[in-house]
Structures are given as C-alpha cells and as structure tokens.
C-alpha cells in the first residue's frame, strides 16, 4: 500500500501548490486591474487639464491603456483563478482522506485505487511545476521522490520568469507613460 499512499500523498501536495498558485494568480491579476485602472483615471483626470501630458500621442496611451484594462478583465473573469482554486482546495482535502484511509491496516488497496482515480477525475489536474515545486521547497522533509539537480534548476528557472513577468505586468503601463514622451 506505500506505493499508492505515496501517490495520494504527492498528488495531494503538488494539487495544494496549484491551489497556492492559482489564488497567487488570483491577487497578482485583481492588484493588475486595479493598478491599470488607476493609471487611467489618472491620466484621464489630468488630461482634462493638460493636452499632451506625456507626449503627443497622450489619447493613444489613454486608449492603448483603456483597451488592456478591458482584455484583460475578460481574460482574468474567463481564467477564473478562484474558483479554480476553490475546486482544487476540496479535491486535496478528499486526497487526504483517502490517504488516511490508506494507512490504515486493513485498507482495501483495490478500493482505495478506485477512489484515487475518481478523485483525480473530479478536478483539473495540477502542472508538473507544481510538483516540483513543492518536492524542491520541501527537498529536506522527503524519503521518496526526492528532487534531481534538473528540478532545482527548473524550479529556479520558473521563480525568475514568473517574479520577471509579474515585475514587466506591474510596471508596463509606466513604461508606456514614459517611454511615450
């Protein structure tokens, strides 16, 4: 039975990464919105005073950030992080049930397969990341399934496009501002 409490076990804890990562998802996306939005109510306001406040093509801006705030609040309502997260969050706590059940003695190993298969259909699956992510944070904690050096270095590649995408997302519509003069 170690085998397959392993997988519930290893399942459960790369479905909570993913979990972890969509509401992350989440906050980055609505701090996105807001943080857009407050940039256009800005440069609107200010261009009912000043007529190119940063640079000749202000109205382009004004529209070229207008048009992002729209897509990109049709995009994150489609994407649906949260609740994502939400279905996520129910199938781990199942999978920990049945890993509780899988350690008892006299546990049937058919029945709780059966489970465990049903339980991986009732939710999206999570991304190879997350299960590396989580067997390489936690590297020190673990008997079986321990991380390669080609983990780490995946793991490491992601946390730098991921930090440098959110940095590029939060700083563009300043770029935009200032490389527009």
């Not at 407050?38 to 070229?64: C, F, H, Q, R, W």
């Amino acid at each position: 039975m170690s085998n397959l409490s392993d997988k519930i076990w290893f399942t459960r804890k790369a479905r909570i990464q993913a979990s972890e990562r969509l509401l992350m998802n989440n906050q980055h996306a609505q701090f996105t919105l807001i943080l857009y939005s407050l940039v256009n109510v800005a440069l609107s306001i200010y261009m009912l005073k000043e007529v190119n406040p940063v640079g000749k093509n202000s109205d382009i801006t004004l529209t070229i950030i207008s048009v992002c705030i729209l897509v990109l609040s049709l995009f994150i309502s489609n994407i649906d992080f949260k609740g994502r997260a939400e279905k996520l969050k129910k199938n781990y706590l199942n999978l920990h049930e049945l890993y509780e059940k899988s350690a008892l003695p006299n546990a049937d190993e058919s029945q709780i397969n059966n489970e465990y298969m049903k339980l991986l259909s009732d939710s999206e699956n999570h991304k190879t990341i997350d299960d590396k992510f989580f067997r390489v944070t936690n590297y020190k904690s673990l008997s079986s399934r321990k991380p390669t050096i080609p983990d780490f270095i995946e793991v490491i590649f992601y946390i730098f496009i991921r930090k440098s995408l959110i940095i590029s997302i939060y700083t563009a519509p300043f770029a935009l501002l200032i490389f527009n003069k």
